[in-house]
């Protein structure tokens, strides 16, 4: 049986201030791709054809990016990032695609995507 995939767009104008500040211990770090490292951890085949693309000069606007939040080495959430693209006419110049955000269950219910999603605001 095949599964439909689900897309959502929301628009937030009058959101909320919301800190950037994470629990003690935890600590952002901004992947994005380079020839050395195409491939961001944690994520499937699929992103690394956009890193791939992004890359190439296929599609250099694409804007690809994964915000990881570490204690220490360890990942325990993680949200990629796209700029406007083809596929999301509807996306202004200074929107911002979410896509594969992931917390660790242990880490839920803390404030950590809220402060993600304001750091990369």
Known sequence: MRTKRRFSAYSCLDAP??????????????????????????LGWMHGVA?????????????YSVVYVRQGTRIIHRSCTFSR????????????????TWTDP????QGIGSATLAFIM
């Not at 890193?51 to 804007?63: D, F, T, V």
């Not at 242990?106 to 219910?109: K, Q, Y």
């Open 17 to 42: 201030e919301v800190s950037p500040r994470l629990p003690d211990g935890l600590s952002f770090q901004v992947w994005t791709p380079t020839m050395r490292h195409p491939f961001p951890s944690t």
């Open 51 to 63: 890193a791939l693309c992004q890359l190439s000069g296929i599609m250099p606007h694409l804007g």
């Open 85 to 100: 693209c083809r596929r999301w006419m509807f996306m202004g110049e200074s929107d911002v695609q979410l896509s594969s």
């Open 106 to 109: 242990e880490f839920r219910n």
